[in-house]
């Protein structure tokens, strides 16, 4: 199996905008898939999802700021992230959701500074 490759991390300020990009196996995306985050000390937690039709879903505290989206045909998954705030500083993962042990990559680390 391949691990998916994250990309699209980096330093922002408060207030700024990143988008993250995985490319990922055509295997992985026959499945619901997710972004998943991991701060320094916490557990790996979802952030969003997305259905196999394109239906969105999203934990709370980020549902009118990112946006999640996918393209099948070159096997692509986005996470369009405004309004970036400190508590958002992790390491960025994709995956199926619900996640598969086989496809945790290297992730891509996002930092927002005060």
């Known amino acids: 199996q391949v691990q998916p490759v994250e990309s699209g991390g980096g330093l922002v300020k408060t207030g700024g905008s990143l988008r993250l990009s995985c490319a990922a196996s055509?295997?992985?995306?026959?499945?619901?898939l997710g972004w998943y985050r991991q701060a320094p000390g916490m557990k790996r937690e979802l952030v969003a999802a997305?259905?196999?039709?394109?239906?969105?879903l999203y934990i709370y505290d980020v549902k009118d700021r990112f946006t999640i989206s996918r393209d099948d045909t070159n096997d692509v998954m986005h996470l369009q992230m405004n309004d970036l705030k400190p508590e958002d500083t992790a390491v960025y993962y994709c995956?199926?959701?619900?996640?598969?042990?086989?496809?945790w990559g290297q992730g891509t680390q996002v930092t927002v500074s005060s």
């Open positions: 997305i259905t196999s039709d394109g239906r969105p």
């Open positions: 995956n199926s959701h619900p996640y598969d042990t086989r496809w």
């Open positions: 055509g295997e992985m995306f026959k499945r619901d």
